[in-house]
């Protein structure tokens, strides 16, 4: 039977990889779609026709489209991801000290939005049916269907401008102290937080929820078992596969949601570049960020369909 | 689920129990729906019409909702946005679903390389996060009405394919299907008048989950730039216009977000209190 997971992940994983092709082909011709060409987008509109030509020759622009899209791929595999247009500077540079930035982001919303989605699903799920289980189910309808930007803008409201707690930009360049450092992730991670938590919370609870269904359960109970003991003890470990796989399915909501937090909030992450880049419709630069977002995202909802797989005691 | 004696005269009429909040939430879509229809006929306010001196003025008696950033009436341009982000997120759903649910009941029904290819390519579209998707295909496309329409449904379409699909794989299986391919019927009729009306609850509470997640990745591209453009504003593209009167608390930073939860809270609310018997309708 250990084979039969082994090979469900590898299949998994191949299905991940081919993925991957159709979703590089598919933001490589997204962006080639781009009005305008590219080599008088560079040089302007008074450029000789003859300058034109000689630079769409420098650039392999003639090629037919599928011989560029394979030595762009082969560039991404050496590292190379050529060169930003707006500036001239390899997209490499560009990204590095962004992508670093964004990760910190990233990690300080998982490492605060985890424990308390976890703590909230689990107790809600414990105290099912009472008040307190009523006003955090509604409370993450509220937040999941309410726009990020929202969200963003009354922390700004409550915290910027009635309290004057926080300041409503982030410059992450100007920290020198720990203080600085909570003042400005304070309202981005705050506002990714609450999106991440609410969908967390949602399929926590409802994983614990669908364990607290079955049959053992009702002979613990039956047997006397304490509501935490019953959901601790009993449900928990069994349940444990689907909330795992819950958290890796919320954190690749953090992907859509950075793209507004860094832009609502100025913070110099990738996803601001890349929102930057599509308005000067920098080419190498979209299509690098992108690719990074789908990987990013493509290897969170891998893991988390990996991680049910091997959970799942029946296949073990 | 259904107990005759607790529910009011609506239950009677059509069968089912609503609730107070599902009601309520029903009233408010209406409310919005309506707007939208006859805007133009109940704004105070010419949208482009300097109606105040200052600008990012406060909520007064002539101005409900206060005063944009070049001193217009916040209040008629939300209710003109509302023809913006219901039209172009009503028009996006529809095309979605319908070309979703369409692909998804045959490829259950036709099965083998149609349904493999399909659902693989599909799945792969569905593995980009949708707003990377639509920032990368409103960069290459622009953003024209018509366009968003387009990017915004085909980023939907996978997600009610595979929705429709798991559901008419079930229906598939039973034994009118066998009966009714043994008769010789063919493929447009298996999926019109065989799968279509089992599956057609859960589908129609689904379009609605997919509205909801529609207008929130528009307002999202309105509010960075790349959605509906100037002279013309959805919700998103209000919120945008005014951000900058965030800092000194104007009202017309805050009021166009409050539209935009009231319509999607209300449609998810409303789908929650739906009747067992409509959302789970495939499940009995």
Not at chain 1, 132 to 150: K, L, N, Q
Not at chain 2, 123 to 146: E, R, T, Y
Request: proline share 5%; aromatic share 8%; glycine share 8%.
């Amino acid at each position: 039977m250990r084979g039969q997971v082994s090979s469900l992940v590898v299949r998994r994983l191949l299905i991940a990889l081919i993925t991957l092709v159709i979703v590089s082909f598919a933001v490589f011709f997204a962006t080639t779609l781009l009005p305008g060409d590219t080599a008088t987008i560079l040089l302007g509109q008074s450029a000789t026709p003859e300058a034109v030509e000689g630079l769409r020759k420098a650039m392999h622009l003639d090629d037919p489209a599928i011989i560029r899209f394979l030595r762009w791929v082969a560039g991404l595999f050496q590292g190379d991801f050529g060169k930003s247009y707006a500036n001239n500077v390899p997209v490499a540079t560009l990204i590095s000290g962004r992508f670093v930035n964004t990760l910190k982001l990233a990690g300080l919303t998982a490492a605060i939005a985890v424990p308390l989605a976890l703590t909230l699903g689990i107790t809600a799920a414990m105290w099912r049916g009472t008040l307190y289980d009523r006003i955090v189910t509604v409370g993450t309808i509220g937040i999941i269907s309410v726009p990020e930007f929202m969200i963003a803008t009354l922390a700004v409201l409550l915290f910027a401008v009635y309290l004057k707690w926080l300041p409503a930009l982030s410059l992450t360049n100007e920290v020198k102290s720990l203080h600085d450092l909570v003042r400005i992730y304070a309202m981005p991670v705050m506002t990714l937080t609450f999106g991440v938590s609410a969908q967390m919370i949602r399929m926590t609870r409802a994983a614990v929820v669908e364990t607290l269904n079955t049959p053992y359960v009702e002979m613990a109970l039956l047997k006397g078992a304490s509501r935490p003991r019953l959901v601790l003890r009993h449900a928990l470990p069994n349940a444990l596969g689907p909330i795992v796989n819950a958290i890796a399915l919320s954190l690749s909501y953090l992907l859509g949601g950075v793209i507004i937090v860094e832009t609502i909030f100025n913070y110099p992450g990738v996803a601001k570049l890349m929102v930057d880049a599509v308005s000067t419709r920098d080419l190498p630069l979209i299509q690098t960020c992108a690719m990074i977002f789908c990987l990013g995202y493509l290897a969170l909802i891998t893991a988390a369909d990996i991680i049910a797989v091997v959970s799942n005691p029946r296949l073990r | 689920m259904t107990n005759p004696t607790s529910s009011g005269w609506l239950s009677m009429r059509l069968g089912y129990r609503f609730n107070l909040v599902g009601v309520s939430a029903l009233g408010i879509i209406l409310l919005w729906a309506g707007v939208a229809l006859f805007a133009p006929q109940i704004i105070p306010h010419s949208v482009g019409e300097i109606v105040d001196t200052d600008y990012f003025g406060p909520v007064s008696r002539d101005l409900w909702f206060g005063s944009d950033y070049l001193g217009r009436d916040i209040f008629s341009r939300i209710l003109m946005g509302a023809r913006y982000t219901l039209g172009i997120s009503l028009a996006a759903v529809s095309i979605a679903c319908f070309s979703g649910v369409a692909l998804g009941m045959t490829a259950a029904v036709a099965g083998g390389w149609f349904d493999s290819m399909l659902s693989r390519f599909l799945d792969a579209l569905n593995s980009i996060p949708s707003k990377l998707f639509g920032l990368v295909v409103v960069a290459a496309v622009g953003s024209s009405i018509p366009a968003l329409i387009a990017t915004l449904s085909v980023i939907y379409t996978p997600g009610a394919y595979r929705f429709a699909r798991a559901l008419a794989v079930n229906v598939n299986t039973m034994d009118f299907m066998v009966v009714a391919r043994i008769r010789g019927e063919r493929l447009p009729y298996l999926i019109a008048s065989e799968i279509l009306p089992n599956i057609l609850g859960p589908v129609l509470a689904d379009l609605g989950l997919r509205f909801v997640f529609i207008v929130l990745l528009l307002s999202g591209l309105s509010f960075l730039g790349l959605g509906v453009q100037p002279p013309y504003a959805d919700w998103g593209a209000l919120v945008r216009e005014n951000i900058g009167g965030l800092p000194f608390g104007a009202p017309a930073a805050i009021f166009p977000s409050l539209a935009i939860a009231s319509l999607t809270i209300s449609v998810n609310l409303l789908i929650d209190n739906l009747p067992r018997r409509i959302r789970d309708r495939s499940a009995e």
